[in-house]
């Protein structure tokens, strides 16, 4: 099974601040990578798919990069709706685990 | 629009089982792959089991398999997980999710909270 792993854990970030969050892999998962965020007591949300891909709806503030085993989110000029945890997951195969998450704080 | 309504979650006692059902509408539900994740408080999200769109063939994380049991009826338009054998640390949020293409997850039921405890 891959591993994902995901620092740091916690971010605590400015509004307008440029936010990175770095997800690895144990072996590589090439670009079936996505990323989602979850606010408090609602559901996950897809914000990029495939490493790079930004889901339809989903601010051009975020982006993600890379491929094989690291990966990264950016938010370019943090918001406060940006609140939340952000996981990565890799879809390469079955179980499709998913980092520990980052938590966020404005 | 694509919606999925989770139903089935409540408190249990340890050793006792649970059936979760998920409901969706809005799409071909026998064109996609489902899973089940689930998020315990103060931890992450957990992905626990996916049914394939055809065939279907099952998957499991090694924290359910052999306890939980993934099955889908797409002539209800529902996927079910059954679960048995709850233990405390089976308590979480449990959100059914639908498959893109490929695994990942591009839209999410609300969540049905299952709490394990005597």
């Known amino acids: 099974d891959f591993q994902m792993t995901q620092s740091p854990s916690t971010l605590s970030a400015s509004v307008g601040d440029r936010v990175t969050i770095t997800c690895r892999a144990s072996?590589?998962?090439?670009?079936?990578l996505a990323w989602y965020q979850q606010k408090p007591g609602k559901a996950p949300k897809l914000l990029i798919s495939?490493?790079?891909s930004l889901e339809s709806g989903v601010p051009s503030r975020f982006s993600g990069s890379g491929s094989g085993t690291e990966f990264t989110l950016t938010i370019d000029s943090l918001q406060p709706d940006d609140l939340a945890t952000y996981f990565c997951?890799?879809?390469?195969?079955?179980?499709?685990?998913f980092g520990p998450g980052t938590k966020v704080e404005i | 629009d694509v919606q999925l309504l989770e139903s089935g979650g409540g408190l249990v006692q340890p050793g006792r089982s649970l059936r979760l059902s998920c409901v969706a509408s809005?799409?071909?539900?026998?064109?996609?792959?489902m899973s089940w994740v689930r998020r315990a408080p103060g931890k992450g999200l957990e992905w626990i089991s996916a049914?394939?769109?055809?065939?279907?063939?099952?998957y499991y994380a090694d924290s359910v398999k052999g306890r939980f049991i993934i099955t889908r009826d797409n002539s209800k338009n529902t996927v079910y997980l059954q679960m048995t054998n709850l233990r405390a640390d089976d308590s979480a949020i449990y959100y059914c999710?639908?498959?893109?293409?490929?695994?990942?997850?591009?839209?999410w039921g609300q969540g049905t909270l299952v709490t394990v405890s005597s």
């Open positions: 999710a639908k498959e893109r293409n490929y695994g990942d997850l591009d839209y």
């Open positions: 809005g799409f071909s539900l026998s064109s996609h792959g």
């Open positions: 049914t394939s769109a055809s065939s279907p063939r099952t």
């Open positions: 072996q590589s998962i090439s670009n079936w």
């Open positions: 495939k490493a790079s």
């Open positions: 997951q890799q879809f390469y195969s079955y179980p499709g685990t």
